[in-house]
C-alpha cells in the first residue's frame, strides 16, 4: 500500500501542502508561550541534523567555497523570510496569512528580471496588477467582531515583507538548481538558518523551556517531511500538472483556523483569495507558453 501512495505524486503533494499549513498552525498555537525565536532556531536545528544525515547516508561530495557563499547568502534571505511569515501568522488569520503568501508568486517574475535578466510580458505584468489588488481587497476581510489593530497592520506588513523574501529565495535558488542536487539544497536550506539562529537566541534569550524540546523537534522534522514529499511528488509529475495544488494550502488554513483559533475572516478575504489565485495562474501558464513561443515547439513537445 506505501508503495501505490509513493507512486501517486498528487497524492504526496497534497499531503505535503497540509503539512505545511499544520506548521503554520502549530507556530500560531505554540510561539506565544515558547518563543518564535526559539521556535525558529531549535526547527531549523533539529531539521539540519536530519538533512546531514541524509546527506552523509547519500555520500555527497562536500560542497565548494563559492557553493557555501551562497548559500549562506540565501540562508540569511530565508531566515528573514521564516521570521516575518511567522511573525504574521501569529498577528493574522492562518487564512490572510496563508493568502497573502500566495502573493510570493506574482513577485518572482519581477525579481527574475532585476537579478537574472528575464522579460516581464505585458500579461505577467496585469496578473501581477490583478493578483495585488486581489490581495488589497482580501486584508478587507476581517473576522467577526474583530476590529483593525496596530499589530494587525504590523502582520500584513511582515507577510508582504515575507512573500517579496520568499520570491527572492526562489529565485536565488533557481540559480544554483542546475549546478547542485536536491539534497544537498535541502542540506544547506536547513543547516545555514540554524547556524545563524542559534548563537543569536542563545546570545539575547538564554536557553528555551526545554520541557519544549519535544514539540520543537517535531516541527524541524514536518518542515523536512514536507520539503522530503514535495521532491517526491515533483520528481514523479509535471511541475505544470502540481503547481495548482499549492493553493490547496487555502482550505487546510482555513480548516486550522476555524477549528482550533476560531477565525472566520469576511467574505472579502476569500473573493480576493480566488483573484490572487487567478492571477497567479495566469503568471504560471503565461511562463509556460512564453517558453513554447522561444522554443517555436507546440507545448506538449517541452519537458517540464
Given at each position: 500500500m506505501l508503495t501505490r501512495f509513493l507512486a501517486a505524486p498528487l497524492l504526496i503533494a497534497v499531503l505535503a501542502i497540509f503539512m505545511g499549513s499544520g506548521i503554520d498552525a502549530l507556530v500560531k498555537a505554540v510561539a506565544p508561550d515558547a518563543g518564535l525565536h526559539h521556535l525558529l532556531a531549535w526547527r531549523f536545528l533539529f531539521g539540519a541534523i536530519i538533512a546531514l544525515a541524509v546527506?552523509?547516508?547519500?555520500?555527497?561530495?562536500?560542497?565548494?567555497?563559492?557553493?557555501?557563499?551562497?548559500?549562506?547568502?540565501?540562508?540569511?534571505?530565508?531566515?528573514?523570510?521564516?521570521?516575518?511569515?511567522?511573525?504574521?501568522?501569529?498577528?493574522?488569520?492562518?487564512?490572510?496569512?496563508?493568502?497573502?503568501?500566495?502573493?510570493?508568486?506574482?513577485?518572482?517574475?519581477?525579481?527574475?528580471?532585476?537579478?537574472?535578466?528575464?522579460?516581464?510580458?505585458?500579461?505577467?505584468?496585469?496578473?501581477?496588477?490583478?493578483?495585488?489588488?486581489?490581495?488589497?481587497?482580501?486584508?478587507?476581510?476581517?473576522?467577526?467582531?474583530?476590529?483593525?489593530?496596530?499589530?494587525?497592520?504590523?502582520?500584513?506588513i511582515a507577510c508582504f515583507l515575507a512573500a517579496f523574501l520568499y520570491a527572492l529565495t526562489l529565485v536565488l535558488l533557481r540559480m544554483r538548481a542546475t549546478k547542485e542536487d536536491a539534497t544537498t539544497i535541502a542540506m544547506f536550506t536547513n543547516v545555514i538558518p540554524a547556524l545563524i539562529l542559534l548563537p543569536i537566541t542563545f546570545g539575547l534569550f538564554g536557553a528555551p523551556n526545554w520541557s519544549d524540546l519535544?514539540?520543537?523537534?517535531?516541527?524541524?522534522?514536518?518542515?523536512?517531511?514536507?520539503?522530503?514529499?514535495?521532491?517526491?511528488?515533483?520528481?514523479?509529475?509535471?511541475?505544470?500538472?502540481?503547481?495548482?495544488?499549492?493553493?490547496?494550502?487555502?482550505?487546510?488554513?482555513?480548516?486550522?483556523?476555524?477549528?482550533?483559533?476560531?477565525?472566520?475572516?469576511?467574505?472579502?478575504?476569500?473573493?480576493?483569495?480566488?483573484?490572487?489565485?487567478?492571477?497567479?495562474?495566469?503568471?504560471?501558464?503565461?511562463?509556460?507558453?512564453?517558453t513554447r513561443r522561444e522554443a517555436k515547439l507546440p507545448a506538449s513537445d517541452i519537458p517540464e
Open positions: 546527506f552523509r547516508a547519500r555520500r555527497k561530495p562536500i560542497p565548494s567555497f563559492e557553493a557555501t557563499r551562497f548559500h549562506t547568502l540565501r540562508g540569511a534571505v530565508q531566515v528573514a523570510a521564516a521570521f516575518l511569515f511567522f511573525y504574521a501568522v501569529l498577528e493574522l488569520p492562518l487564512a490572510l496569512a496563508t493568502i497573502i503568501g500566495f502573493t510570493a508568486a506574482l513577485m518572482v517574475p519581477f525579481v527574475a528580471r532585476t537579478l537574472l535578466g528575464e522579460r516581464v510580458t505585458p500579461m505577467g505584468l496585469g496578473a501581477a496588477l490583478v493578483g495585488f489588488a486581489g490581495a488589497v481587497l482580501a486584508i478587507q476581510g476581517l473576522p467577526e467582531g474583530d476590529t483593525e489593530t496596530g499589530n494587525r497592520l504590523y502582520g500584513i519535544p514539540i520543537f523537534a517535531l516541527f524541524g522534522l514536518m518542515g523536512f517531511a514536507v520539503w522530503y514529499l514535495m521532491t517526491l511528488a515533483y520528481a514523479r509529475a509535471p511541475a505544470q500538472q502540481l503547481a495548482p495544488l499549492e493553493y490547496t494550502a487555502l482550505i487546510w488554513s482555513g480548516l486550522f483556523g476555524a477549528i482550533f483559533f476560531r477565525e472566520f475572516p469576511g467574505w472579502q478575504t476569500w473573493a480576493g483569495a480566488a483573484i490572487i489565485i487567478v492571477a497567479c495562474l495566469i503568471v504560471a501558464f503565461e511562463s509556460h507558453y512564453a
